[in-house]
């Protein structure tokens, strides 16, 4: 009897795992995606231009950049 009950406990926790993988692969499905998408995106060079100034704040020699951070804390 206590082999049945190991076994159960056994594939409880290989399900247990396998959603958990499952779920990780879907998170990296989306994930790659969403980068593919990116790189389709950046192929034209204003959209380039624009993710270089957006996400690394790169700006032409002639011009300055401001960042004006929101608070989001209530008080």
Known sequence: MYFFDSNVQL???FDKEIKELKNTITFYKKEIDK??????ELQDSLQ?????REKY???KKN?????????????
């Open 35 to 40: 980068d593919k998408k990116t790189i389709k």
């Open 57 to 59: 704040l790169m700006k």
């Open 48 to 52: 380039l231009e624009r993710f270089a």
């Open 63 to 75: 011009e300055d950049i401001y960042i004006i951070e929101i608070d989001t804390l209530k008080k």
């Open 11 to 13: 594939n409880r926790e």
